[in-house]
């Protein structure tokens, strides 16, 4: 039996260099290939994993008629809240932390003082502290000691149209020169 | 003919030939040291181990085998994970009752529950001991022996002390009590606070933006899936390089005590697989060919002090879970932060250094949760990584005790050690309501525990 290493009429073999570089191309199109699909399935479940829709809770929300609050202080757990009032002036401030989101607590003054916040008078009652890492408020909500980087956070208060009921504006924050005084 | 070979049949059926053996040949306990090699070739439970071990790496006094007692307690609290996870219900609604249930109603289940809890607050202390150990000898450095890559097991180290801090953490927020709804929140606004995606971060960790079903089973799962199972390949890992170094840093002493030079490369005569592999010759061969006298069969003489300490830390435990209650705090209750709120011992370090870290520069204020809580550890993790590349000691400072060559840096790192210890002492024992101040000594002052 003999053998033809080259039978007549067949295409001539490639160069040697020509299969390299094909197989070189082929290669590296099925590793790319291979990447990106990882990579895409990969990205394709972590995004899964970041939320679309948020069912919060509303930021505005009824606290209640003016009159049902007391003079001074009252914490709204719900809302984590103080609603503040003097006489016929409101003013609410965040029970939140600034430093790292406990909720902090308000303790009475052995007595009040009258002071000026931010141009207007204000009645001071309580300071404020957190359980979590010792950070400690005035009344006015301004941070004094402690690890808290930024005052407390207030909220604006105005009155619904249709009962009357305190309404607090949770995406809202405003200055320290807020009061809501009623009619 | 007598040309015939013997073909004869052994008792058993099998065929007698050379290396074909009529009955397996390992036991617990070889009467050869073939038979103690054969016993780590044949048994899938023995593969791990050497075939010879140098004798002083087995010192009680070196290691203090935390490294095995580490891996005892994950083993340990996989296998007593186990049945919680088939009476634990991950919902917010659900889980305290759950929980509760397993404390209070199911029978043996505040057993399991104590040997879960005690085993991962020992796993931390463990692994904690086990890196200071490490650091404290130099067992992360390269000694005699070749393609040795100590560095990088240190490196797989700190990842897994990382993980078990990760894991510690998912597990105590999943009884959805306050100390978790707390926990949480704080751990969460940590994420938090870091500039730019730190927002985006806390989202993608709890689900959301409030601390809910979403933040609760994500934790769950990592809990039970994906960090066991990321410490479970790092700890093969761990043990395949410890493998591949030839044993623990103190095995490369006999080179170094004993003045002989490792052999050279090349294909020499070698009597290990792996020499045979590699056309090299690693030091473990030629200690155990030329120093016999300094090894000994990994079974039977390994084997014995590894599951001495397996089953002794097992007993430590069965036993301690009889006596020592896991608590439950009141449901979690997102509108009272309790007084003081305080993260379990090992974070308290953090606690204390999250509360000290808040600086002014001016109106200008970085929060001590980004400066405590992400920037502090984080360059202490990197620096702790990057500690072999830094140390510039000779290689006769590894697998020694406070060698001479690393005084130095072995005092740095105790300072570190010590500054940390005192902060969680501090935490522990000197943190009060409003995380104010207190000597050990001094009472509490009495306050409502709700608002």
New interface residues.
Partial sequence: MTTNPAPAGAPPAPEPAETDNRRDFLMKVGIGAGVVALVGQAGASLRS???NV????PTTVKLGLPGDFPDGLK?L??Q?LFVFRDGRTFHAISAVC?????????EALSRTEEKEVAGKPLRITHRF??????SKYKGDGANES?????PLAWYELSLAADDGQLVVDLAHEVGHDFRLTLA | MSAEPETRPVPGGSPSAPGVHPRPLWSFRPRSDREAGDAVVSNFLLHWFPAKTYKPSLDWTYSFWLGTASAALFFLLVLSGLPLLLLYVPSVERAYGSVKDIEYVVTFGSWIRAVHRIAAHLMVAVVFLHLVRVFLTGAYKNGTGRGQRREWNWVIGVGLIVLTLFLSFTGYLLPWDQLAY?AV??GT??AS?VPFVGPEMR??LI????IDQ?TLI?FYVLHVIFLPGAVGALFAYHMWRVRKDGGLAKADRWVLETGKVETPAGRTKTYSLLGVARGTAPAIKATSLQARDLTVNAVNDLVRRAAIVTLGTFAVVSILACFVPSPLEEPANA???????KAPWYFLWL?EI?????IRIGSF?????FLG?VLLPGALLALLTAWPWLDRSSREAAGVWFARDRRRQNLVFLAVVLVVLAFTVVGTFM?G????FYWPWQPWPELPTR?
Wanted: aromatic content about 8%; some cysteine; overall charge positive.
């Fill in positions: 994993l970041v939320p948020s069912y919060d809770a914490f757990p719900d984590r600034t430093h790292l989101g406990c909720t902090v607590r308000a502290l957190c359980p979590c890492h010792g402690g690890p808290a980087p930024k | 707390w929140t704080v606004n940590i606070s989202e993608l689900g959301g933006r409030t979403a994500r509108l009272v932060t309790p007084n003081p709120a606690q999250v509360t000290d870290t808040t204020t970085i929060n001590g949760a809580g943190r309501p409003y995380w104010h608002i």
